[in-house]
């Protein structure tokens, strides 16, 4: 059985012993570990850090070990700019874009997107994401954190620098994905970054449409069925990266 994941939100090193932040004792408490028990510590910076748990009093020590440089990132960059779901379907895409290797999620306030959220709302929002990319690292093996930004209109996303080529989920392309990247020249420029656009509920508008246009997305469709916001940039990623070889 495998040693314990947690992440550590403090920058941490090589042979020394510390006091676990209490984020993290929590979550050894709550797991029943004791003293002499073996876990896997990581800050995000890359690389892991096996180490000894102890406790004195209160306090929660752990005594690390050398670092494993071991990385299960993918080969390229992948972004995914994905439409605000209703709910709590955001938690979810948040979680599975972890174990799938994205390396950056922008949400965007669609035009139809219902969810809208702003002031100590989206600020609670925020930290809720960050607490599901921790949790998720800490399960499936990543040593890096996905980063995720603050939602913002789509206008705005993109006018930040590209992430590789820009593809928009459009069930009305003339393209598919496998054709879009079978292209030799498409192909090469997707080699080391990706860009997956998804919109929300009810799909992007034609004036959003046009601005991906206009900002060199090119939009392709994603087999014969239409998916729902929180399955279509998720089994988007999965089929890229395979078709990557990622």
Same mark, same amino acid.
């Given at each position: ?55 004195? =009093? ?28 209703? =709910? ?159």
């Amino acid at each position: 059985m495998a040693d314990p994941r947690f992440y550590c939100p403090e920058p941490i090193s090589a042979r020394q012993t510390f006091v676990l932040p209490e984020s993290v004792a929590h979550h050894v408490r709550v797991r029943r570990l004791t003293a002499g028990n073996q876990i896997v510590l990581f800050d995000g910076r890359g690389g892991e850090f096996p180490g000894i748990l102890d406790f004195q =009093g209160k306090n929660t020590l752990v005594t690390l070990l050398d670092l494993h440089p071991i990385e299960h990132e993918l080969a390229g960059e992948l972004c995914l700019f994905q439409g605000l779901p209703s =709910g709590d379907k955001m938690d979810w895409v948040i979680e599975k874009a972890v174990e799938l290797g994205v390396s950056r999620l922008v949400p965007i306030s669609a035009q139809r997107s219902i969810l809208k959220l702003s002031g100590p709302r989206l600020e609670k929002r925020l930290a809720h994401w960050q607490g599901v990319i921790e949790a998720a690292s800490e399960q499936c093996g990543r040593n890096r954190l996905m980063q995720i930004s603050p939602p913002q209109a789509l206008e705005d996303a993109l006018a930040m620098p590209a992430v590789g080529d820009r593809l928009l989920c459009d069930p009305a392309a003339s393209k598919d994905l496998e054709m879009m990247l079978s292209d030799p020249q498409s192909k090469a420029k997707a080699e080391r970054a990706l860009t997956l656009l998804v919109g929300p509920e009810g799909g992007w508008s034609p004036e959003e449409l046009g601005q991906c246009a206009k900002n060199g997305a090119q939009s392709i469709r994603f087999g014969s069925r239409v998916l729902r916001t929180e399955t279509a940039g998720l089994a988007l990623t999965a089929a890229a990266t395979a078709l990557l070889r990622w």
